[in-house]
């Protein structure tokens, strides 16, 4: 998350605020939870993702002394209320029957994980939006080693996605009017349905979005929509992602932009259809960050 405006904010009154402001540190925000999923992942027989992703960045990161773990931040599970500003009561009652958790990760088992399960996705949401207030508190850029979760819709999961932690962030602080204008830059490989359906009716949301197939249309005029061929290389999908993006900075003016980093457009991904390689993938954030 990077805060674009954050001198727009009229923080008097919101105490939260001031406080995050008073404590701000000086370095980069980073926001990791120290539970994965792999206790739960690991178990199927079918796995086609790396539950062990973000604990693999931490502990590289503290390896090569780029961060002491002792600053990084450790985010509290998202509540209730947070949660019900996006997802339906029903859906978040479902979520506690582990054969809907099972059949929504795809395990081939199932026990009675559903509390840890949910736990996690939750602490996701929780993640997501402290790291959302550090960037907007500190008027720097705020990393969260996790979430990312953009297929989760209101009333129901998929791809992996049980909760959306991008939206609950970005619904939570327009309810603490911390912001009024939010763009969302998804690089991931895959399309971000849930977060297109679930700000299709708000043009406080520009969703800007790059992937190799569309798997449902909004008419919106706060987005942009991408599809590439597969197979897509650096050279084209730099080429549009810096004649494309700049523009939409430049006129929808956002107070906070959402970065989803997908690393599944890169040529060796097991599931990504797109072509970039590892100095692709740099140069591409690099482009978003500057």
Known sequence: MKSEKSSLLRPSGRSRFKLLWRLRPRRVPIVYHPEVLGSVCARQSRQSFDPYKFKK?????????????????????????????????????????????????????????????????????????????????????????????HHAFPDRGGGYCLLNDVAVAIRSLFARQWVQRVLIVDLDAHQGDGLLEIFSQDPRVFHFDIHADSWITVEKKEQKCIALSHDTGDEGYLSVLSGELPGVFASFRPELVFYLAGSDPYQKDPLGPLALSEAGLLARDRMVFE
């Open 57 to 149: 960045i931490r502990t590289r990161l503290v390896r090569e002394k780029l961060v002491s773990p002792k600053h990084l931040l450790h985010p509290e599970p998202a509540s209730e209320e947070d949660l019900l500003r996006v997802h339906t009561h029903t859906y978040l009652a479902r979520l506690k029957n582990p054969q809907v958790v099972a059949q929504l990760l795809h395990l081939d088992y199932v026990d009675l994980w559903d509390n840890y399960v949910l736990r996690y996705f939750r602490s996701m949401c929780g993640g997501t939006l402290l790291a959302a207030e550090q960037a907007l508190a500190t008027g720097r850029v705020g990393f969260h080693l996790g979430g990312g979760y």
